[in-house]
């Protein structure tokens, strides 16, 4: 089976790829690493760049919503406590139902590694249009065809390497080249296709992008209001608690798929738990901001457009730190002699791709990743989209071909300006 999938340049090499992971970033096993509130003498108003401006008015000390320091955005728009949540589910009930069913696609495809049960291309592809709105229809053209309409599509593999499982559950293993007639199989608790993707992470992930990260962006370029704002919340997969707290969120307060990978990467206190830095809270500050600005109306548009435009900003990072993670966590556990590190360490591999990916065909002016950039990043990984894909290499030939994890590692600290600081901290599940 060809497999047509869907990366930026620079090096570093595989000793480079320093500590390794600690926590675990899957998202079949959600990090259970406390961390609370907002932040302290912050300001909620946020720039462009993503640090927010200093407060210059208020108490010192986080409080529960993030804003502590200055008490209005940079209008005078009053700034709560804490996110409203008054209207979420009106508000935003097509974007709960968008994400809802982007996880039905995930949990079917998922029951065919855990039960045996073979999805089926036609199945994948009626939840992927199923629901109103459909998550089809907030897909970019780009990675919806990637995702549905052939035997050679993630869907179509899907439902081969699933039904291949069934005949000879957990007998695949990668080989180079793919042995003739193969279809994949399923490596230790994932499905993968014979070139070594994990078309599970793939799909899902990717949609955060293509999907979710798409969405939002179109919602920032209409006109915005409180109503928006909750849009812009859900379909970040957070809920009004917005609580940045594996351990305590439960629930309909837990965040999910985009938001929790954002919160994963913004470290917390060790002992207090407190929010320390990171994506997540100052995504947190800039939506409670444009909160205030929408409700405010007149006057507040350009401060409402700054906060929007930090909202998409540390997402868009947080979803390429989330690279920087699975390119160093795949790199350790590939090195590994034990064959279930491996095993993972290729799961770990397709979930990048899937986050590198899904950005290709979003709105050039809503990101800074460009494609050639995506196209380069892919190309290191051994996943163009004009092929040929070998995946397996990382897993039958590792130590020839994982320093390309380490230039991937580089080539996105390049593209955003992240610090070596935030790049180790990046490696971290929090």
Not at 165 to 178: E, Y
Request: hydrophobic fraction near 40%; charge should be negative.
């Amino acid at each position: 089976m060809k497999t047509t999938l869907l990366l930026a340049p620079l090096a570093l090499s595989l000793l480079a790829l320093a500590p390794a992971a600690c926590g675990d970033d899957d998202d079949d096993n959600p990090s259970t690493t406390a961390g609370t509130g907002g932040r302290a003498g912050s300001s909620t108003t946020g720039g462009t760049g993503g640090s927010p401006t200093a407060g210059t008015g208020g108490s010192p000390t986080a409080g529960t919503g993030g804003a502590a320091g200055s008490n209005t955005t940079a209008c005078g728009a009053v700034l709560p406590a804490a996110y409203d949540g008054t209207n979420f589910a009106t508000n935003a009930a097509a974007e709960i139902a968008v994400v809802a069913q982007l996880k039905a696609l995930s949990d079917r495809m998922k029951s065919s590694e855990d039960n045996n049960t073979p999805a089926t291309a036609a199945e994948l592809t009626t939840l992927f249009d199923g629901g109103t709105p459909t998550l089809r229809s907030v897909t970019t053209a780009y990675f919806a065809g990637k995702l549905a309409g052939g035997a050679d599509t993630l869907f179509g593999e899907f439902e081969e390497a699933a039904t291949a499982n069934a005949a000879a559950p957990g007998t695949w293993v990668p080989a180079n080249p793919p042995a003739p007639g193969s279809e994949g199989g399923k490596l230790s608790t994932w499905i993968f296709n014979e070139r070594g993707v994990d078309l599970r992470q793939v799909t899902e992930k990717g949609l955060y992008g293509a999907a979710l990260y798409n969405h939002a962006l179109a919602l920032t370029k209409g006109t915005v209001t409180a109503a928006t704002v909750d849009k812009l919340v859900a379909i970040f997969g957070a809920r009004p608690a917005l609580p940045g707290d594996s351990a305590a969120e439960a629930g309909d307060n837990a965040d999910r798929f985009a938001a929790q990978y954002a919160e994963r990467r913004s470290p917390k206190d060790a002992t207090t738990k407190a929010p320390v830095s990171g994506p997540y809270f100052e995504i947190k500050k800039a939506l409670i901001a444009a909160q205030a600005d929408a409700v405010k109306g007149a006057g507040c548009e350009a401060d409402l457009a700054a906060q929007l435009t930090t909202f998409r900003q540390q997402w868009e990072r947080s979803n390429y730190a989330t690279v920087i993670y699975y390119m160093n966590d795949a790199a350790t556990k590939l090195a590994s002699t034990d064959p279930a590190q491996q095993a993972a360490g290729l799961h770990s591999y397709g979930e990048a791709i899937g986050f590198v990916s899904g950005f290709k065909g979003v709105a050039a002016d809503g990101r800074t990743i460009t494609d050639v950039q995506i196209d380069a990043l892919l190309a290191k990984l051994k996943a163009p989209d004009a092929g040929p894909v070998e995946s397996y290499l990382f897993y039958t030939d590792a130590a020839v071909h994982s320093a390309a994890l380490g230039e991937v590692i580089a080539d996105v600290t390049t593209i955003y300006g992240f610090s070596n600081a935030e790049v180790e901290s990046f490696k971290a599940a929090y």
